[in-house]
């Protein structure tokens, strides 16, 4: 069964300004590209540990020969999203903490 991914990205940053910017940015011009399988990014704000976010971005099905996982890979093999995570790298202190997951259950 193909499942719906999403790939979580925690950093730490002085300037959600600068996260937010980016995201933003980020999603104009997906939209006008032919990103398969891109459904978009949430940038989270950790209530506990100032200066803690989390992005996360969102990949779903749609050529079923092709897993929401392998679309997101794909992704990420991208000029463009190399040249973003190299941006994202010189704005936070540290270095990122990548996770992945296969969505289970989704209400709706």
């Known amino acids: ?7 979580t990205i925690t950093v730490h940053c002085d300037d959600p300004a600068i996260l937010l910017e980016m995201i933003e940015q980020w999603d104009r011009e997906q939209a006008m590209a032919d990103i398969m399988g891109y459904m978009g990014t949430r940038l989270l704000v950790d209530r506990e540990i100032p200066g803690r976010y989390v992005i996360v971005a969102d990949f779903g099905v749609v ?10 890979q794909r992704n990420n093999e991208r000029p463009e ?8 790298l010189a704005q936070v202190e540290g270095q990122p903490e990548y996770h992945d997951y296969d ?6």
């Not at 069964?1 to 790939?7: A, G, H, K, L, T």
């Not at 050529?63 to 997101?72: C, R, T």
């Not at 999203?81 to 994202?88: E, G, H, K």
């Not at 969505?103 to 709706?108: D, H, I, K, Q, W």
């Open 1 to 7: 069964m193909n499942r719906n991914f999403s790939q």
């Open 81 to 88: 999203t190399q040249a973003w995570a190299a941006r994202l």
């Open 103 to 108: 969505e289970l259950y989704r209400t709706g």
């Open 63 to 72: 050529d079923p020969d092709v897993s929401a996982a392998e679309e997101a």
